[in-house]
Structure formats: structure tokens, C-alpha cells
């Protein structure tokens, strides 16, 4: 059972209206400290499931109040463990089963941005799938997948589309194009200085789409989603995801560089199928796991938003689909 601890700091004038917030059966504990500056500081322990609600009602009566400050902290442990009575557990079979959308934005948000470390790292990715795909080594390329740098552009534009987020959205496009055009250009470059094998088993697998290509892309950004709701480690999570984006894209420029246009263009074919997947199947996910703005407004501009990106991201692959039963047929 996660737990969070949210801490809520407000002017003492506000304290009265503080007594009553929060004060139902979701509460697992609540201390009340004075501080300095004629400041209170309400904590107040929950389940991580029912802090997203909390946060919702804070905000939507103190958002105004000059010196309001929210922090939510995980806690790992608690003693005495909090009991759990019949009508909590019915409770938390309502709530949803993940983080609250404030932390699951952070997380997310903060990984869309481009930066010397965000290059480093798709270089770094880039090289050490480039030397996997030349060995012919999948102990390698797994390591490249755990660097993982095109994860959270992706799942971010994901989490921007749900929530009708526009900035975020541009933001994580950015950072997308950034990742690939820097990963290309190393490929291509690792491609121009070392000898590579065009038969190559590690390469040849990543030119050519099939079924099995299509369904491991939707499950890997469906568990890559379901995996950042859940608070995982992004190592973890960047596994799943990868495996469908930074190895056939690596593949596309060692191809390139080599002279072999029609394979590099299934494996260019392949990364297009892969991103256009996980991107559905994550925005899919978003929207089970029930993730969306907070005011009413919002929500509108996100449903609609939503309709547009899942019937974008289909057609896209329907008419890949038919790319690669014409490619089949030829």
C-alpha cells in the first residue's frame, strides 16, 4: 500500500477553514504546526491513490490565498501500520490505481526537456545500440534500452494529449525530433567509420515490420504508461519502451551510411510503425487509468484533443499497415 504525506502550508488567518479539511475516513493521520511568519503547516498522511483528490480539494479552496504551498513526499514505511477497515478498502477499490496527476506531470514534464544530459544521453544510447547491432550482441543493446533517452519525450507527448496540454505537447515534440535527429547523426557517423554487415542478424531483424513488431510497440507503450502511473523506476520503464524505438532507428543509420537504401528504409519503416504505437496505446492507457485536468474546461479541451490524437495516430497506422502489405506483395 503506497502512501503519500501532503503537506499544506497556509496563512494562520485561514486556520478555521482548516479544521475542517481534511477530516473524513481517508485521512490515515494529521498534525498541525505554527510557523514562523504567521504561518500554519497542516501534514496529513494518505493513501497515494486518494492523494489526487485531496490535492484537487486544496487547490480549489486555497489556490488564491497568498503563501499557499502543497508538497507531496512518498513515504516508503509507517508504524504503527494503518489498519484498514471495510469501507477504506471499498473506497480504494473506487480510487484509481496510480500516482496523482500532479506527481505523475512532474515526473514527466521534467523529462521533455532538452539539455546537455538529454543529448549526452541519446548519444550515449546511440553508441552503445550502434556497437550491439555491429556485435550482433543483445546483452548490449539491452544496455542501451536501460539509458532509455527517447522515453520521456514520448510518454510525455502522451500525458500532453490526454490532458489537452499544449505547451507540454510542444514541448515533448521538441524534444522528439532533438533525440532523433541526434541519434541519427551518430548512427550515421558510426556508419560512415566502421565496417558494417547489411546481413547482420541484428540488423536485417529491424528491417523488416510484422505483426509481432506492431503488437510488442503497443504493449511496450501501454506498459510504459501503466509503469509511470505506478511510480516505477524510469530504468524500468525505459526497457519496454525502448526496444521499440532506439535499436531500429540506430539500424536506419548504420543502413543509410552503408549504401543499402531499400533496407534502411524498412528499418526507417519500422521506427515510424514503433512511434506511432506506443504513442497510441499510450494515450489509450492515459485515458483507462483516468487521468485528466482537474477544472471542467479543461476536460473538454482534453476529450477533444484525445478524439483527435487516437484517430490521427490510427490512421497513420492504418496506412502504414498498408505500406507494408504493398512491401509484402512486392
Not at 512518498?74 to 506527481?103: F, G
Not at 476529450?303 to 490512421?315: L, Y
Request: net charge negative; charged share 20%.
Amino acid at each position: 500500500m503506497a502512501l503519500r504525506l501532503i503537506e499544506f502550508i497556509a496563512p494562520a488567518v485561514r486556520e478555521n477553514p482548516l479544521l475542517e479539511l481534511p477530516n473524513d475516513q481517508e485521512v490515515l493521520g494529521r498534525w498541525d504546526d505554527r510557523l514562523e511568519g504567521d504561518l500554519i503547516l497542516v501534514r496529513v498522511l494518505v493513501r497515494a491513490e486518494q492523494a489526487e483528490s485531496m490535492l484537487d480539494e486544496l487547490e480549489d479552496r486555497y489556490s488564491d490565498v497568498d503563501g499557499f504551498r502543497v508538497m507531496i513526499l512518498p513515504v516508503e514505511a509507517t508504524l504503527p501500520r494503518p489498519p484498514e477497515s471495510e469501507s477504506e478498502a471499498a473506497a480504494n477499490k473506487k480510487s484509481p490505481e496510480r500516482i496523482s496527476r500532479e506527481e505523475l506531470y512532474h515526473d514527466v514534464a521534467q523529462s521533455a526537456t532538452i539539455s546537455r544530459v538529454f543529448v549526452a544521453q541519446v548519444i550515449l544510447a546511440t553508441l552503445v545500440a550502434a556497437v550491439g547491432l555491429i556485435r550482433n550482441d543483445t546483452a548490449v543493446l539491452i544496455g542501451a534500452m536501460v539509458i532509455a533517452p527517447l522515453l520521456g519525450p514520448n510518454v510525455s507527448l502522451c500525458l500532453a494529449t490526454t490532458l489537452g496540454d499544449l505547451e507540454l505537447a510542444l514541448r515533448s515534440l521538441k524534444a522528439n525530433v532533438v533525440g532523433l535527429a541526434v541519434a541519427f547523426g551518430t548512427s550515421l557517423l558510426i556508419g560512415v567509420v566502421f565496417t558494417i554487415d547489411p546481413n547482420n542478424e541484428a540488423i536485417t531483424s529491424r528491417t523488416v515490420v510484422s505483426g509481432g513488431d506492431i503488437i510488442l510497440a503497443l504493449s511496450a507503450g501501454c506498459a510504459g504508461v501503466l509503469a509511470f502511473t505506478a511510480g516505477a523506476p524510469s530504468a524500468l520503464i525505459g526497457v519496454m519502451v525502448a526496444v521499440a524505438l532506439l535499436p531500429p532507428f540506430a539500424a536506419f543509420g548504420l543502413l543509410l551510411a552503408t549504401g543499402e537504401f531499400s533496407a534502411a528504409s524498412g528499418a526507417l519503416l519500422l521506427v515510424a510503425t514503433n512511434v506511432i504505437c506506443v504513442n497510441l496505446s499510450g494515450v489509450l492507457t492515459f485515458v483507462v487509468q483516468g487521468v485528466r485536468p482537474r477544472s471542467w474546461w479543461e476536460v473538454k479541451r482534453a476529450a477533444k484533443a484525445t478524439r483527435v490524437a487516437v484517430a490521427t495516430w490510427t490512421c497513420l497506422l492504418l496506412i502504414l499497415l498498408g505500406l507494408i502489405f504493398l512491401a509484402a506483395r512486392t
